[in-house]
């Protein structure tokens, strides 16, 4: 049996964090809104009110069972492949860090919509601009600096030690998110975070992401998703 996951089919978005997860542990899966009449399954299954339905996507389908929330997915995902630590305390604590992760993507989007989803980007670019120069100022450092102490606390291979988590693999993809929406500004703060980038660069060689990044299962980065590029934003 091979997992379902439902997400948007033109964004990578935060179903970016799962496919990460599913393509390092080889795991076959089918990315159902891309196919077909995968658009219409997903909104039916987030319309029903019986059961468990999911609020929103990503959501994964492992038999019966409907997992929803990129790091609850990623909890359940962690533990079966080998993607999270063994004993119960690493898990909450990956989990835990995966949760912040999911601040800082929730602060990456409000850059370009601090007024609200509801609102296209264009009627907030004065607080678009004024929201992004303050998380490069304050947020960015605060961030990436407290996962950069980690990393160099825990021996400056992974995260958590020497084994790769799910964690790693979430922040290969703020990495490389940063890198497209603010690329003046990420390669001058790249100074302050050596060791996350020579992790992105070491996730980015294991050899399932490797062959993903190169498939048109990985789609591009582009103006509909969470890390977007306006290059008034980029300093």
């Known amino acids: 049996m091979r997992y379902e996951l439902y997400y948007w089919p033109s964004i990578q978005g935060r179903g970016e964090y799962v496919r990460l997860a599913l393509e390092e542990a080889g795991a076959r ?8 009449n995968g658009m219409a ?6 319309e029903a009110r019986k059961g468990a339905p999911p609020f929103a996507p990503p959501f994964l389908k492992d038999g019966k069972l409907v997992i929803g929330q990129t790091a609850n997915i990623l909890l359940y995902l962690g533990s079966r492949h080998g993607l999270a630590p063994k004993s119960e305390a690493g898990k909450l604590w990956v989990h835990q860090l995966q949760l912040t992760i999911a601040d800082l993507v929730l602060e990456v989007h409000d850059t370009h919509h601090p007024l609200g989803p509801s609102l296209y980007y264009e009627e ?3 607080p678009a601009k004024k929201r992004t120069d303050e998380f490069w100022k304050a947020r960015v450092p605060k961030y990436l600096g407290y996962f950069e ?3 160099a606390a825990n021996g400056g291979t992974y995260i958590t030690g020497r084994r790769l988590t799910y964690v790693d693999l979430s922040l290969f993809q703020i990495v490389e998110g940063l890198r497209y929406a603010f690329p003046k500004r990420m390669k001058k703060f790249e100074k302050e975070i050596p060791g996350l980038v020579e992790l992105h660069d070491r996730v980015a060689a294991r050899p399932n992401i490797k ?3 190169a498939s048109d299962r990985r789609i591009a980065f582009n103006e509909d998703g969470i890390f977007r590029r306006y290059k008034v934003l980029d300093g």
């Open 149 to 151: 102490d980690l990393l």
């Open 211 to 213: 062959t993903y990044l």
């Open 29 to 36: 899966y089918a990315d159902v809104a891309r196919r077909g």
């Open 124 to 126: 907030q670019k004065a």
């Open 41 to 46: 399954a997903m909104m039916r299954m987030m």
